[in-house]
């Protein structure tokens, strides 16, 4: 399987779909596309879970299509590639996030921004520009166009390097953009999930200091000891809220529950930003006024580009940033989905495809 030469027949595939929205996953045999000239085609090792991936099994977002194969925090070994790819051979360790397409030409693609194309394709449970559907990464091999294929740094382990191509590049990209990555900032992470202790080691490799907010006073040795974080405030509490009034040059919001913004607001100096990159399923309440009394500015953010979430890896393979991680076999997959509804996971999921995906399980 290692030549250059175009596969003339699809790929016969294997993994673990879901039939409808009672979002159970059973084994599945599948076929991916044949493998292009611009194509890898590698053997995963590791899959991320995501919490959309829960979402989508169910089809909460009312556009899931069935069988759906999850994941999109995919990392394996390139087993072949098609005759003009550039950047990649055949041994090498590499992953793919939650895109696999986009229109190459729009004004976001020209900027390396893909991520936010109006035709992004979607790594899994959508049309491919073959009209083929996509599935994702709870299977044995993955084909991708080499422009959606990051590289994984020699040495990075590959059950640490999963959860970086979702969870990591969507809290990286905002402390980068917004100019929140620079030494003796005040950064606020609200919310310690999935993507809240990624923002907190991020943060921190970048020189911040690093206070997290959270609902739950229970979490306070967690965000301290375990994460590093340099301080901890319980949201509830008026009075450890107010002492921080006007302290923080910008806060990454991670809740995808409804909650008030106006005491994170009230937190952020002059000019300070509240970005946004949990999704609530309702429409908060953005009261204006406090906005204005210091040009303070409430964002969102989604994922990152190509470029950035290569930059992103290196970056974390350089400063040792690891999520916490749960590896689980692909037969526990279900038991997991249950224990993600009642967040009962430090802090990701990550299913070990590579021993112990196998045919007949």
């Not at 959309?52 to 009312?62: A, I, Q, R, T, V």
């Not at 204005?292 to 953010?301: E, F, P």
């Not at 190509?306 to 930059?311: G, H, N, P, R, Y």
């Not at 749960?326 to 509804?341: F, G, H, Q």
Request: net charge neutral.
């Amino acid at each position: 399987m290692g030549s250059q030469t175009e596969m003339e027949h699809p790929l016969k595939a294997f993994g673990w779909a879901a039939r409808d929205t009672s979002g159970v996953l059973s084994p599945f045999h599948f076929s991916r596309r044949k493998t292009g000239e611009k194509d890898v085609v590698f053997k995963v090792m590791y899959c991320g879970i995501c919490h959309s991936d829960l979402h989508m099994l169910k089809n909460e977002w009312g556009t899931s299509i069935y069988p759906l194969v999850p994941g999109h925090e995919i990392v394996g070994e390139v087993t072949e590639v098609g005759s003009k790819v550039e950047k990649f051979k055949v041994g090498d360790k590499v992953g793919v996030g939650c895109m696999v397409g986009s229109c190459g030409s729009c004004k976001n693609c020209t900027e390396n921004l893909e991520n936010y194309c109006p035709k992004m394709i979607l790594t899994y449970g959508v049309k491919y520009v073959d009209g083929t559907i996509t599935y994702g990464g709870y299977s044995d091999l993955m084909v991708a166009d080499e422009q959606f294929v990051v590289r994984i740094p020699d040495g990075f382990p590959l059950d640490s390097a999963a959860p970086l191509l979702c969870a990591g590049i969507t809290v990286y990209s905002p402390l980068r953009y917004f100019g929140l990555d620079k030494p003796g900032l005040h950064v606020g992470v609200v919310g310690i999930g999935g993507l809240g202790h990624m923002a907190v080691k991020f943060a921190k490799a970048f020189g911040a200091k690093v206070t997290v907010i959270s609902t739950s006073p229970n979490k306070k040795e967690e965000a301290l000891r375990n994460l590093g974080a340099d301080s901890f405030v319980v949201s509830r509490e008026q009075d450890q809220m107010q002492a921080l009034t006007g302290t923080f040059d910008g806060i990454i919001d991670t809740v995808s529950a409804v909650h008030p913004l106006l005491p994170l607001i009230d937190l952020l100096k002059s000019h300070g930003k509240l970005v946004m990159v949990g999704a609530p399923e309702k429409p908060l309440e953005l009261p204006v006024f406090p906005l204005l009394m210091g040009r303070k500015l409430v964002a969102g953010s989604a994922i990152g580009g190509m470029e950035e979430t290569q930059e992103m890896i290196d970056f974390a393979a350089k400063h040792n940033v690891k999520p916490d991680i749960e590896v689980v076999p692909i037969d526990y997959v279900n038991k997991a989905m249950k224990r993600l509804e009642k967040s009962d996971v430090k802090y990701r999921f990550v299913i070990n495809i590579g021993e112990t995906l196998k045919p007949s399980s």
